[in-house]
């Protein structure tokens, strides 16, 4: 079945760095646009940076715009999302997501559990 897991989350003091990963299984990874997302507490989900198929399409919230990169490499099945400089307004949970997966159930978006930053002093 599809998987995403996301990692490397964590507390981090403002101006520091963080390089989440998402590890994707059960589906034809380099097919696909993977996406990254984020959810701060008491506001809706956003989207913060999407990568085509080969790496080479790539775009940004201009909140993130700057200070981070999504980057993937099709052959670990890993997307993954550097971000730099990072602001109090950059705490939220973080998903990976995958959009549009065809299996043999049908098509469909598919949702990691998410990985939490805090950026606190």
Same mark, same amino acid.
């Given at each position: @079945?599809?998987? =995403?897991?996301?990692?490397?989350?964590?507390?981090? @003091?403002?101006? /520091?760095?963080?390089?989440?990963?998402?590890? %994707?299984?059960? #589906?034809? #990874?380099?097919?696909?646009?993977? @996406?990254?997302?984020?959810? %701060?507490?008491? +506001?809706?989900?956003? =989207? $913060? %940076?999407? *990568?085509?198929? #080969? /790496? &080479?399409? *790539?775009?940004?919230?201009?909140? $993130? +715009?700057?200070?981070?990169? *999504?980057?993937?490499?099709?052959?670990?099945? &890993? $997307?993954? =999302?550097?971000?730099?400089? =990072? +602001?109090?307004?950059?705490?939220?949970?973080?998903?990976?997501? %995958?959009? /549009?997966?065809? &299996?043999? /159930?049908?098509?469909?978006?598919?949702?990691?559990?998410?990985?939490?930053?805090? $950026?606190?002093?």
């Amino acid at each position: @079945q599809v998987q =995403l897991v996301e990692s490397g989350g964590g507390l981090v @003091q403002p101006g /520091g760095s963080l390089r989440l990963s998402c590890a %994707a299984s059960g #589906f034809r #990874f380099e097919l696909y646009v993977m @996406q990254w997302y984020r959810q %701060a507490p008491g +506001k809706e989900r956003e =989207l $913060v %940076a999407d *990568i085509g198929r #080969f /790496g &080479t399409t *790539i775009n940004y919230a201009d909140s $993130v +715009k700057g200070r981070s990169t *999504i980057s993937r490499d099709n052959y670990k099945n &890993t $997307v993954y =999302l550097q971000m730099n400089c =990072l +602001k109090p307004e950059d705490t939220a949970v973080y998903y990976c997501k %995958a959009p /549009g997966v065809w &299996t043999t /159930g049908g098509v469909k978006d598919y949702w990691g559990k998410g990985t939490l930053v805090t $950026v606190s002093s």
